[in-house]
């Protein structure tokens, strides 16, 4: 698939033009993204990028990408990012990586959300990868009961709620210090309901259902652009 991935992020470059604001997204599709703008830089682009998590803004360091920090007045022209997965309408589950939170405020403040990403992630109803959602590490044990409160009122009865664990022990921590709960949901038939229902919870900072942006699609194969 790093074929199908590196097709997606090549055509990624192709909508950016000197002056350009970018938000630079985080995992495996937005990593090849900046191998290739660097690329890019190094040939005299003019951009500027905001980093949507630690390791893309070590990452772009390294490859000498501009950064800069976003005021009030900052509205970028594009973040280009990668999902776990896409509908037919736009809809996104992110996260897979732990890094929804960053990844979604920089969105907010982008004109167009373009997606790098391959076949796989296309779906016809969201759920199959389990939902990432962010949880303060304050009293987590309520806040998963209060999850799993939701879940069933919502009708995903027998739905599996997980803490993500770090890869040393314990629990995985986001950029933020957060947990990370995934639910194991199999189909999600109201994603907006469901985020919406979720949000409202106090413990939750955010969840990785990306929904309303102004998405951009570019998915691959290992062919090109489909
Ligand atoms: O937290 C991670 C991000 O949401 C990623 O954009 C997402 O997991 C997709 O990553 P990849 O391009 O590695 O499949």
Avoid: W
């Amino acid at each position: 698939m790093t074929s199908a991935k590196r097709h997606a992020a090549n055509a990624a470059l192709e909508l950016i033009g000197d002056g350009m604001k970018l938000g630079l997204g985080t995992g495996s599709t937005a990593a090849l993204f900046l191998d290739a703008l660097a690329e890019k830089v190094r040939g005299g682009l003019d951009i500027e990028g905001v980093p949507t998590s630690q390791r893309t803004e070590e990452r772009a360091r390294e490859l000498g990408i501009p950064l800069f920090q976003p005021d009030e007045t900052t509205r970028l022209d594009l973040v280009i990012d990668g999902a776990d997965e896409i509908d037919a309408q736009g809809r996104m589950i992110k996260g897979g990586g732990g890094a929804m939170l960053g990844e979604k405020i920089v969105a907010s403040a982008a004109a167009k959300f373009v997606l790098v990403a391959d076949v796989s992630k296309r779906v016809g109803t969201l759920g199959r990868f389990p939902l990432p959602v962010e949880v303060v590490p304050f009293a987590y044990a309520t806040t998963i009961r209060a999850i799993r409160e939701t879940l069933t009122a919502l009708g995903y009865e027998g739905a599996k709620v997980e803490l993500r664990g770090a890869e040393g022990g314990g629990f995985a921590e986001t950029d933020s210090g957060n947990l990370i709960a995934d639910l194991h949901l199999g189909r999600i038939m109201e994603p907006e309901e469901l985020d919406a229902a979720l949000t409202l919870i106090p413990g939750v900072v955010t969840t990785g259902l990306f929904i309303g942006f102004d998405v951009h699609p570019l998915i691959a194969d290992e062919n090109g652009i489909t």
